[in-house]
């Protein structure tokens, strides 16, 4: 609850199951990164601009509306 800065009350009232699980990855997440760089293993590497928009093309269909 101290690594968000809210009372246990709050995110029992406030957040959804979905937010907390995601909340809760992603300090996952932020903690290995932290053991990681202490230890000095290497980060993995980034995806690049071009290789995710390749990826992601078949996924977004973009709609030209009116001319």
Do not use: Q
């Amino acid at each position: 609850m101290c690594e968000w800065h809210v009372t246990p009350d709050y995110i029992v009232n406030n957040w959804t199951d979905e937010l907390f699980d995601l909340m809760v990855h992603k300090l996952k997440e932020r903690k290995k990164r932290e053991v990681d760089a202490l230890s000095g293993t290497p980060p993995k590497p980034v995806e690049s601009e071009e290789m995710f928009l390749a990826k992601a093309s078949n996924l977004v269909k973009v709609v030209k509306h009116g001319d």
